[in-house]
């Protein structure tokens, strides 16, 4: 079960992180969504598990494959961003998160849309 301490902190993360990607975004010439959808930290607060969901489909490879090389970067984003509420500032780990794209999908399928119609 998450502790207070747990939630506070990646309720941060994850407020600081949507508002950096919306940032990137508008810079960026490319029309990209990147929205963070969830925020898991361990207990001991060393490890945040950052979910992602990544809009048009088809830059996901190449969005995470750039979130990964810049993560020391993004590490010392939020370490700025938190300085004053932690001691040590968490690994970051980021994870697609696919499961509006499985909601999509099983939609269709009920509807008789999908690759194999529902008799």
């Known amino acids: 079960m998450e502790s207070n301490r747990q939630r506070k902190v990646a309720q941060i993360i994850q407020e600081d992180f949507a508002e950096l990607f919306r940032k990137q975004a508008a810079d960026s010439k490319q029309s990209v969504l990147v929205t963070v959808s969830d925020v ?14 990544i809009f048009p489909q088809e830059f996901r490879s190449a969005i995470m494959k750039e ?4 993560k020391p970067q993004y590490r010392n984003f939020i370490g700025q961003k ?3 509420q ?3 500032i968490p690994q970051l780990n980021f ?25």
């Open 95 to 119: 994870y697609l998160d696919t499961s509006l794209d499985d909601v999509e999908k099983l939609e269709k399928e009920l509807r008789g849309e999908g690759d194999n119609p529902v008799l």
């Open 67 to 70: 979130i990964e090389e810049n």
């Open 40 to 53: 898991k930290v361990t207990a001991d607060l060393g490890i945040a598990k950052i979910y992602l969901s």
């Open 86 to 88: 932690v001691r040590v």
């Open 82 to 84: 938190m300085a004053k």
